[in-house]
């Protein structure tokens, strides 16, 4: 399990859990972290991440030249970062050029709504694929069969790219995706407090509670 997050707080209030894998970051992530640069929110992640713990960074840029130039920037930041790299033709030119200059590093294609766009991130070479449930939902696509496609599909190849289901809203889209053969999920930190303050257990929890307590309620 991935956390969905560029907040330094929400890593380390949920490292003690020993549940990730890693982090992963998106513009939209980094630009709620008001006031610091990539960089620094890069840095101080990585400096509270273990060494087997990934962060994901996503590159930008709206021309090939400039998705590179991004790319080799994050990569600079540091040795532990694996890149972000939208699953468009653009992006696609980029993974190629990477790839082929540095067959080591480690690419997630994200912004993925469709089999396809992770049949040709498959084929380029891609570690990671990131579908994005919830913005599927949004527009009336069953990312569950999306997801369970592309499980197949990858079985079917043989090919050793790893499903990273992204986008959650609720915790019910998190366990479909996995069930429907995702690898990996990347969730965002009050789905899992909402998993860890179930209304239900609560009571029966307090119940117990008192009971071991002698108390009448
Ligand atoms: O990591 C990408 C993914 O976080 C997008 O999620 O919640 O903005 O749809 P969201």
Redesign the pocket.
Known sequence: MFL?TANVKEIEAMQVFHWLTGV???P??LAKEIGKSRAVISREILSILHDEQRLFVQATGETQEALYDDAQAILSLDTRIAL?IPADEIGFRVITQLKQERPDIEILA?AIFSVEQSYLAALAGCEWV?P?V??MANQGLDAKQVVASTAELFKQLEAPTKILG????NTAQVIDTLLAGATDV?I?SNLIQVIMHNKLAADSIHVFNQDAKGEKI
């Open positions: 969905d992963t970051t998106n939209t992530l972000k994200t990131a994005y919830n913005r992204a986008s959650f809203k990347t965002p």
